[in-house]
């Protein structure tokens, strides 16, 4: 939502709406009253206007019965009620800032500590001291850990280690396969399988490498997104079957 646009919006018609409504003198004194008529110069820009301003309020105060803004009756069209609701929609929306600050974001959040323990148990140590890119590169070495106690491959390095653990070929004599359960013929085991592959592949050569050898430490943001996705292949990882030749 461009809120400095709906603000100017709602603006524009409260002035507008205030300044169009029948001013006269009733029991001697002079009075505004709450319509408008066809033939006050505003009516034309209001009628015009009315639809968008209507479907403003709507939106900003997620409401489905917002009244007509110029609610017809005989030749005249009262604004009053219009009026209020677009105050009480300014109101929202130029306070709607200061409530996200003070509340906080409803976006979703991930707890570190939620993620697949292999990963958390790993990274923790490093993590709550700081140093980012050293809790994901230990991380990353749990990881490969795992992989090699599971296979016992541990004569590989990670990339040939993950590239044999989860090849699309048949086991063979000591080379074990970890396998997405389910029928090989079954299209989404297969894309599992591929998928697989090329996360560990691409996990272990865009994370671990670069976590081991860069000299800067990771944004903390960037660094929890990675141990994300270090855990999602943690968690695919446990429902995988060990196939032997």
Not at 2 to 21: N, P
Not at 193 to 221: C, Y
Request: proline letters at 3%.
């Amino acid at each position: 939502m461009d809120e400095q646009w709906v603000k100017e919006r709602l603006e524009w018609w409260i002035e507008t709406a205030r300044a169009a409504r029948i001013r006269g003198f009733y029991n001697g004194a002079n009075t505004t009253y709450g319509f408008t008529r066809e033939s006050d110069q505003h009516y034309g820009e209001l009628r015009d206007a009315s639809p968008q301003v209507h479907a403003i309020i709507k939106r900003v105060l997620g409401r489905t019965d917002v009244p007509s803004l110029m609610k017809r009756s005989d030749k005249a069209y009262w604004l009053e009620e219009g009026i209020e609701f677009a105050e009480h929609a300014l109101a929202v929306v130029k306070t709607r800032a200061e409530t996200r600050a003070k509340l906080g974001t409803t976006a979703p959040s991930m707890k570190a500590d939620a993620l697949h323990p292999t990963i958390w148990k790993a990274a923790s140590g490093r993590w709550e001291s700081g140093h980012y890119s050293d809790a994901v590169q230990r991380a990353a070495t749990a990881l490969s850990g795992h992989v090699k106690d599971l296979t016992g491959r541990y004569e590989l390095g990670d990339g040939e280690l993950v590239a044999q653990a989860f090849s699309l070929s048949p086991a063979q004599e000591g080379k074990p396969r970890l396998r997405w359960p389910g029928k090989d013929e079954d299209l989404t085991v297969k894309s599992m399988r591929v998928g697989m592959l090329n996360m560990a592949q691409g996990a272990f050569a865009a994370i671990r490498n670069t976590a081991t050898h860069s000299t800067e430490d990771l944004p903390k943001q960037e660094a929890l997104e990675q141990l994300a996705t270090l855990s999602i292949l943690a968690r695919w990882i446990d429902k995988c079957e060990l196939v032997t030749a």
